[in-house]
């Protein structure tokens, strides 16, 4: 009985080739995309709880709320906390301080750029990282030590065992060499600390001693006893901050005007990755946003859940044809519990191959969804017990889903009647048919929100900036004076395929000066040369331009940007005077610029202030080039830089290029949402045609009537067609006005952004309407070109 069972169900599958493949490969896509998300969401959530202590581990962070009420949340502290905390709080075990860094490593005559971090020495007692060579315990205990990952070892040595090798590594403008204490494995992806090399930080504590309780640029780990409440500890460590900051806090407001009110907290180590409230700091912590976790997951359950539902729908659809069978089964003895196993059974073949059609998916799309994803998920994440217990429930659910429901229908008919054709399929299929509805919705809201993120994409990227950004190499030098600067210009400036060069500092800090009088105006500040303005092409609106002419220009004149002007109210700038009475210096204003965006366009344009001044240095190069002599420019840029600059890695972009890599984060979520929208829309049609394919069944008597009375295959057609674009009619009427709120809220994040427009709407309404024409018109075509005779037959 079993073998003729097999024999059936394999002879059905192969009988119905098409919609065999069609249910297969349904099921297929849904459970992969389940797959996927599980392995996205798995990793995720996995973040960081390979530590032993990691239960306890908490990250000390801080709320910086101003006058106004506007708090500012740092994940960073100084220096002080921990030791102070730890001594005084019997509650906490011990501190590690850990700060993002970079080294310059020479080999032989190349030097190279190196991530590192300065920890304290018992970091590998609170951080549970695996260890190839050297003692965890006393690797960071001498001053000279140095840590590296087996990466890092293979590509200075060429090997992995190196302890006790030694590294030249940059202190400053000279290198120093350092003793390789240990090697670990390569961090496990889901860690949020990333090791490559570790330097103890008693090393920059003996040249560079801080004792400033207000300064925020690296992170501490405090390791809570078990048992610990968190809160009371969280009271303590305040009490002792203002006690011990008192005085500080009092300078800051005598000197700095400083009226924050700073606040400690304690951010469990676990919780760090998926939290929105602290950012990564200084590129230490791969912080992820949990919406995409969210969105993707929601996405790949619905997408699931269809996949199981018209998966049902199909098998419904195409036992109908098999109501004869029964009937003969029935006729020669067939007991009802027998047919409802063999649909069983079938459903139970067509699920495992579906899922043996996903498992082959899952490993064909993974590198394209890492790529997506950026990560480096593996399809052994799935192999652990709960999934996989998980997954043969989900097997289970499908195939009794499957074929349970059309087992108890069809093995309850009347064999008289199954014989003689007159099986009906009666109701309305409510479900079935809001199913429909749910589908198409979600199809046409996804496809507006696809277009929305293009639009929205391509409008950050084409954006007026305020500068020309063509042809713009930007170069890491090391620092320079006035003098050195201009040296190397001028050597830069004998190749003829280069137009241009100018400089500024490394990057640019945000400050506070009195404007008004009293008032206090905050503002970013850099340091450029005379050429900037000129070679990005940005206009002076009022004054002038930095100049050689005016020697005063470096010491008591600066230049601001428009947003400053409205920020301090002037009327008249020039001539205003900027007073950082900080520094017991007053500037006069000589320019206003027209803003331009110096950062993503997901933030304002705030105040700017620009200056020459002679006690910062220059450090970044911009060298505008000639795009028919890129080749000459790129090497002569080199040759030179790398001679003046010997100890510092040679590193460049192009401008534009490296304003792209801002966007990389829209650029992913723009391929996922349409690779989301494509899936979703396929699944839809599926579910459609499994339901027009029992519509059709339902109506094949009524089509034959239908022609033998006269009506032409259009008009049968369009009837059949009628119902079904109905309903997808009802889902665009759902999703429209659902689309246009939810775009428009997710708009407002961005401060420069596009607009909606009609044709957004009306495309995806089109679109959607042809994916569904197509699919429907398909099946009632087939229908329509019946003969009657067949039909009609058994009447």
Not at 426 to 439: E, F, P
Not at 681 to 701: Q, T
Request: some cysteine; proline content about 4%.
């Amino acid at each position: 009985m079993l073998r003729n069972y097999i024999i059936t169900a394999l002879r059905n599958l192969w009988r119905n080739k098409f919609f065999s493949f069609i249910n297969i490969f349904g099921l297929g896509v849904g459970v992969s995309c389940c797959m996927l998300i599980v392995l996205y969401a798995k990793d995720e959530l996995s973040f960081d709880r390979f530590h032993e202590r990691g239960n306890n581990i908490y990250r000390i962070t801080a709320d910086l709320t101003n006058s106004k009420g506007e708090v500012t949340k740092l994940g960073n502290t100084g220096l002080m906390p921990g030791p102070r905390f730890v001594a005084q709080i019997p509650e906490l075990e011990c501190y590690v301080r850990l700060q993002p860094d970079y080294s310059n490593v020479r080999k032989g005559a190349e030097v190279f750029e190196q991530n590192a971090l300065w920890a304290d020495e018992n970091f590998f007692e609170v951080f549970t990282f695996p260890f190839l060579y050297g003692d965890p315990k006393t690797c960071l205990k001498e001053l000279n030590a140095v840590v590296v990952s087996e990466d890092v070892a293979q590509k200075y040595f060429g090997k992995a065992n190196v302890v006790g090798q030694s590294l030249q590594l940059s202190t400053g403008k000279t290198f120093e060499s350092f003793i390789i204490s240990a090697v670990t494995k390569n961090s496990p992806q889901n860690s949020s600390i990333k090791i490559e090399m570790i330097r103890p930080i008693k090393f920059r504590l003996a040249r560079e001693n801080e004792d400033a309780w207000m300064n925020f640029f690296l992170n501490t780990f405090v390791v809570f006893r078990p048992g610990t409440n968190v809160a009371d500890v969280k009271t303590k460590a305040n009490i002792i901050f203002k006690k011990e900051a008192a005085e500080q806090i009092k300078m800051m407001k005598e000197k700095y005007d400083f009226d924050e009110k700073v606040e400690f907290h304690f951010q469990p180590l676990t919780a760090m990755h998926l939290s929105k409230d602290y950012p990564s700091s200084n590129g230490l912590l791969n912080a992820s946003n949990p919406v995409y976790s969210y969105i993707l997951s929601g996405i790949a359950l619905f997408i699931l859940l269809i996949a199981c539902i018209n998966f049902v729908n199909l098998t419904l659809a195409r036992s109908l044809k098999r109501a004869k069978e029964i009937g003969i089964r029935k006729v020669v003895g067939g007991q009802r519990k027998q047919l409802v196993a063999q649909f069983l059974g079938e459903s139970f073949v067509l699920s495992f191959l579906s899922f043996v059609f996903a498992i082959v998916l899952v490993n064909v799309m993974l590198p394209f969804f890492n790529s997506l994803s950026d990560k480096a998920l593996s399809f052994s994440y799935l192999l652990d017990s709960k999934l996989i217990a998980g997954y043969f429930l989900l097997f289970v659910f499908t195939g009794l889903l499957a074929g349970f429901y059309p087992a108890l229908i069809l093995s309850r008919f009347n064999p008289v009647d199954t014989l003689y054709g007159k099986i009906r399929f009666s109701g309305k299929n409510y479900l079935s048919r809001g199913l429909i509805v749910l589908q198409f919705t979600l199809a046409t809201f996804l496809i507006i929100a696809t277009m929305t993120v293009f639009s929205q994409f391509n409008y950050l990227l084409n954006y007026d900036l305020g500068y020309d950004t063509s042809n713009i190499l930007r170069v890491v030098a090391g620092k320079m004076n006035k003098l050195k600067m201009e040296t190397l210009k001028s050597e830069l400036m004998r190749e003829p395929a280069i137009n241009n060069v100018t400089s500024k500092q490394g990057g640019g800090y945000v400050t506070v000066a009195h404007i008004n009088g009293e008032t206090n105006q905050e503002f970013g500040f850099s340091k450029i040369d005379e050429e900037n303005f000129p070679l990005f092409k940005i206009p002076v609106l009022e004054g002038r331009n930095f100049s050689k002419d005016h020697p005063v220009d470096s010491t008591s004149s600066l230049i601001v940007n428009e947003s400053f002007v409205k920020a301090a109210g002037w009327k008249k700038p020039i001539g205003e005077v900027i007073d950082f009475f900080y520094k017991n210096k007053k500037y006069h204003v000589i320019g206003v610029v027209k803003d331009f965006h110096t950062g993503p366009l997901t933030e304002k344009i705030t105040p700017q202030v620009f200056s020459l001044d002679p006690e910062l240095s220059y450090e970044i190069l911009f060298i505008k080039i000639n795009p028919n002599g890129k080749a000459a420019a790129l090497n002569h840029t080199e040759k030179i830089v790398r001679r003046m600059f010997p100890a510092i890695p040679y590193r460049y972009a192009f401008l534009d290029e490296d304003l792209s890599d801002q966007y990389k984060n829209e650029a992913k979520w723009k391929q996922m949402i349409s690779f989301a929208t494509i899936l979703t829309i396929f699944i839809s049609c599926i579910g459609l045609l499994g339901l027009a394919s029992l519509s059709a069944e339902k109506h094949s008597k009524e089509v034959g009537i239908r022609k033998v009375l006269g009506a032409s295959v259009p008009g049968i057609v369009g009837k059949l067609l009628l119902d079904f674009l109905k309903l997808v009619s009802i889902a665009t009427c759902i999703s429209l006005p659902t689309a246009w709120w939810a775009m428009n809220k997710w708009l407002e994040n961005y401060p420069y952004r596009t607009h909606l427009t009609i044709y957004t709407f009306a495309f995806a309404v089109v679109a959607v309407m042809l994916a569904a024409f197509s699919t429907v018109c398909f099946q009632a075509v087939r229908t329509a070109m019946i003969n009657p005779i067949k039909s009609l037959r058994s009447e």
